[in-house]
């Protein structure tokens, strides 16, 4: 998988691409990402990219110009299964998401920033339109960096054991069961005894009884269509 973001802080994505699970992911070859600078395709001497909206109002628009002049050059070597624009007004990132982006080959991600993007560019080049929640960040960057993880980590042969993603919070709906680890005994606490009793059907049902006695409690929406 090859995934394309343009940003104006692309100094903002470094860190998160250059640790944990996503950093091995790219070691690996299982991935590439390549952050574009968009002030490198602005023309003027001060590299703008924004300006005041048309009919006023607070805050800073990006300019349609450098934003197209990039996606001009990106879609020119390579074509794109989704171009993605990261707003709050898009709609909102969900397991599911995740999971069909896994599947493509090369994602393009727009980061907007300031008041967002000319509505040219949505009209013209956008695919998709994508929040990580209701709340307004002051760019898409953060949301790129959650997007990417979210689909990244579903890509076969990133994660340690293939099956650890099927099992996460949301797969089918779901929210997890909990989940212990050692010591066995912590501050008076036991680990459920069916967990350590060996007998795998015992222990799947057990957490599937959890998992749906959670997901009752904390969020019923989920069970909605079931």
């Known amino acids: 998988m090859r995934i394309d973001i343009i940003t104006v ?11 944990s699970i996503v950093k091995r992911a790219i070691e690996k070859g299982l991935v590439e990402i390549h952050l574009h600078a968009l002030r ?13 909206p048309y009919g006023g109002g607070a805050g800073m628009v ?9 996606m001009e050059a990106l879609t020119a070597e390579r074509d794109y299964d989704e171009i993605i624009y990261l707003t709050p007004d898009g709609e909102r990132l969900d397991q599911g998401i995740a999971n069909e982006l896994s599947l493509s080959g090369n994602l393009l991600l727009l980061c907007g920033h300031y008041k967002g993007v000319d509505q040219r560019i949505r009209d013209h080049w956008i695919t998709r339109e994508i929040s990580i929640g209701d709340y307004v960040l002051s760019g ?12 990244v980590r579903l890509l076969p042969g990133v994660l340690g054991n293939e099956t650890s993603a099927l099992t996460d919070t949301f797969q089918d709906n779901l929210l997890a069961p909990p989940i212990y680890t050692r010591p066995q005994e912590f501050k008076g606490m036991q680990v459920p005894e069916v967990l350590t009793s060996g007998h795998q059907a015992r222990i799947d049902a057990w957490r599937e009884e959890k998992a749906l006695e959670r997901t ?4 019923p929406d989920l069970l909605e269509n079931e």
């Open 62 to 70: 990006l300019m349609a110009e450098p934003i197209d002049r990039c």
């Open 9 to 19: 802080l692309p100094e903002l994505l470094e860190s998160p691409f250059g640790a």
């Open 40 to 52: 490198d395709y602005a023309t003027n001497k001060y590299k703008q990219v924004d300006d005041y």
């Open 140 to 151: 898409g960057e953060l949301g790129a960096a959650v997007l990417c993880d979210a689909i």
């Open 216 to 219: 009752r409690e904390r969020r």
